[in-house]
């Protein structure tokens, strides 16, 4: 009697667990679920808005913002509501390769299938690079995401509360019928004025190309057709049924009367200004600083470059000074990573500590001095022989979305994992190295972006 009840007590105890496990995987499914918040549904409906009307993305680097546009009653685009950007990384310019964790540059176009409510960092939306303009350059990477999180290696990340808002946003837009919204990535707003400082720049005409497009927006608050040939962005074209190719020279085309012309006069307008800046001697902006390195405390405070007071401190306080031993060589100082300001996590702050063996990490790196080696007569004998360094094996094999994870062997702390790659699977070391431990599988992520 006591068994059959025990064994009636388990059966109950797993009903209850099995029925946890399913609200614990409803609650986690419900993120893109949210609805859009009621002060910004009053804010629709003052200016004219429905929450099924069709959206457009702005975003500008420089200025780490992020617009939403809507479509108004008139029939013309209204900038709906801009968000601070927590973290975008690299600096100013185009992606150019997979892995080089820079923030993409262009026009690109967002689907219903680009969506992914079952991101690891929050809730995502691939934004589509590489397009044709990026693949006639023969520019690489994939995954390049808007994300929660507040983390990036390549992509523009938000908060995760930002990020469930404007995920509502482009969900009611498209249950409203638009078939895809269009995502304007500009390294900073294109004013003449912005264009001057930035004048001397090697990517100034590629963004001459993108003001272009800039401009059309800004003189009919209309998204623009966007084509490419001739390895150039082309706006509101209309060839007349011939095909733009991205790598062809492009066919005759025309662009509405009216469009043009409104265009025409806005660039005229920046020209003179630019030229009468340039002449002037307008200063030209200093080299940017990448934003690996910056934090933001809050989206109440600029992103600022971190002061070196709140970098870690040095391992030793004689590291700077001078070491008088006869054919010393100086020995890399070592780098301690400072724990992000924002780290909500135990898993985040200990990646955040060795940030600099992946590579995936937006943390400030503090350098302790090095020594200052002073040469003497005095016989290099007096110093004890350096200890035999053991080599640490090394594996590197690319994965099957060429994300080329690697996996190193620290002695102490066991093996850190290279590229945060959602499919890449772990390198396999080689039973020819003697007493190698196998790399663990990484933790599975959903269509990561980080290259």
């Given at each position: 009697?006591?068994?059959?009840?025990?064994?009636?007590?388990?059966?109950?105890?797993?009903?209850?667990?099995?029925?946890?496990?399913?609200?614990?995987?409803?609650?986690?499914?419900?993120?893109?679920?949210?609805p859009?918040?009621?002060?910004?549904?009053?804010?629709?409906?003052?200016?004219?808005?429905?929450?099924?009307?069709?959206?457009?993305?702005?975003?500008?680097?420089?200025?780490?913002?992020?617009?939403?546009?809507?479509k108004?009653?008139?029939?013309?685009?209204?900038?709906?509501?801009?968000?601070?950007i927590?973290?975008?990384?690299?600096?100013?310019?185009?992606?150019?390769?997979?892995?080089?964790?820079?923030?993409?540059?262009?026009?690109?176009?967002?689907?219903?299938?680009?969506?992914?409510?079952?991101?690891?960092?929050?809730?995502?939306?691939?934004?589509?690079y590489p397009?044709?303009?990026?693949?006639?350059?023969?520019?690489?990477?994939?995954?390049?995401?808007?994300?929660?999180?507040?983390?990036?290696?390549?992509?523009?990340?938000?908060?995760?509360?930002?990020?469930a808002?404007?995920?509502?946003?482009?969900?009611?837009?498209?249950?409203?019928?638009?078939?895809?919204?269009?995502?304007?990535?500009?390294?900073?707003?294109?004013?003449?004025?912005?264009?001057?400082?930035?004048r001397?720049?090697?990517?100034?005409?590629?963004?001459?190309?993108l003001?272009?497009?800039?401009?059309?927006?800004?003189?009919?608050?209309?998204?623009?057709?966007?084509?490419?040939?001739?390895r150039?962005?082309?706006?509101?074209?209309?060839?007349?049924?011939s095909?733009?190719?991205?790598?062809?020279?492009?066919?005759?085309?025309?662009v509405?009367?009216?469009?043009?012309?409104?265009?025409?006069?806005?660039q005229k307008?920046?020209?003179?200004?630019?030229?009468?800046?340039?002449?002037?001697?307008?200063?030209?902006?200093s080299?940017?600083?990448?934003?690996?390195g910056?934090?933001?405390?809050?989206?109440?405070?600029?992103?600022?470059?971190?002061?070196?007071?709140?970098?870690?401190?040095?391992?030793s306080?004689?590291?700077?000074?001078p070491?008088?031993?006869?054919?010393?060589?100086?020995?890399?100082?070592?780098?301690?990573v400072?724990?992000?300001?924002?780290?909500?996590?135990?898993?985040?702050a200990?990646?955040?500590?060795?940030?600099w063996?992946?590579?995936?990490?937006?943390?400030?790196?503090?350098?302790?001095?090095?020594?200052?080696?002073?040469?003497?007569?005095?016989?290099?004998?007096?110093?004890?022989?350096?200890?035999?360094i053991?080599?640490?094996?090394?594996?590197?094999?690319?994965?099957?979305?060429?994300n080329?994870?690697?996996?190193?062997r620290?002695?102490?702390?066991?093996?850190?994992?290279?590229?945060?790659?959602?499919?890449?699977?772990?390198?396999?070391?080689?039973?020819?190295?003697?007493?190698?431990v196998?790399?663990?599988s990484?933790?599975?992520?959903?269509a990561?972006?980080?290259?």
């Open positions: 009697m006591i068994k059959r009840a025990s064994s009636r007590l388990v059966l109950v105890l797993a009903a209850g667990l099995a029925l946890a496990g399913c609200e614990q995987q409803e609650l986690a499914s419900t993120r893109h679920l949210q859009i918040p009621s002060q910004t549904m009053a804010l629709m409906e003052e200016k004219g808005m429905r929450k099924q009307d069709p959206i457009l993305v702005r975003i500008y680097k420089e200025e780490s913002k992020l617009e939403v546009w809507k108004a009653s008139n029939g013309r685009y209204a900038m709906l509501k801009d968000y601070d927590c973290r975008w990384s690299g600096t100013l310019g185009p992606k150019q390769r997979e892995g080089d964790k820079q923030a993409p540059e262009g026009f690109y176009a967002v689907a219903p299938g680009q969506m992914n409510p079952k991101s690891s960092y929050y809730l995502s939306f691939n934004i589509g397009n044709a303009f990026d693949k006639s350059y023969g520019r690489s990477g994939n995954h390049l995401m808007v994300h929660g999180d507040c983390l990036s290696a390549g992509c523009y990340a938000m908060t995760d509360e930002q990020m808002e404007v995920y509502a946003l482009a969900r009611e837009a498209f249950s409203g019928g638009q078939r895809s919204f269009q995502v304007q990535a500009m390294p900073f707003r294109m004013t003449a004025e912005n264009m001057a400082r930035r001397n720049d090697p990517n100034f005409a590629f963004w001459k190309n003001k272009e497009g800039s401009d059309h927006f800004e003189v009919t608050k209309l998204e623009p057709k966007v084509d490419v040939c001739s150039r962005y082309v706006f509101n074209a209309d060839a007349g049924g095909r733009f190719d991205a790598s062809s020279t492009c066919p005759n085309y025309s509405p009367v009216q469009i043009a012309s409104a265009v025409g006069a806005k307008q920046d020209e003179r200004r630019f030229a009468e800046l340039v002449g002037g001697g307008y200063t030209l902006a080299a940017y600083v990448p934003q690996n910056r934090v933001r405390r809050s989206l109440d405070q600029p992103i600022v470059q971190v002061a070196a007071a709140e970098r870690a401190p040095a391992t306080t004689s590291a700077a000074s070491v008088r031993i006869a054919g010393a060589v100086p020995v890399p100082a070592p780098r301690p400072a724990l992000a300001a924002n780290a909500r996590s135990t898993e985040e200990r990646s955040s500590r060795f940030a063996l992946r590579g995936s990490r937006d943390e400030a790196r503090a350098e302790a001095p090095a020594p200052q080696v002073v040469m003497t007569e005095q016989p290099a004998a007096a110093v004890a022989a350096p200890a035999p053991t080599p640490v094996p090394q594996v590197v094999e690319a994965s099957a979305s060429g080329r994870p690697f996996y190193k620290i002695p102490g702390l066991g093996w850190l994992g290279g590229d945060r790659s959602e499919t890449g699977a772990p390198a396999q070391v080689s039973p020819a190295i003697t007493g190698a196998p790399a663990p990484p933790r599975p992520r959903t990561y972006a980080g290259n």
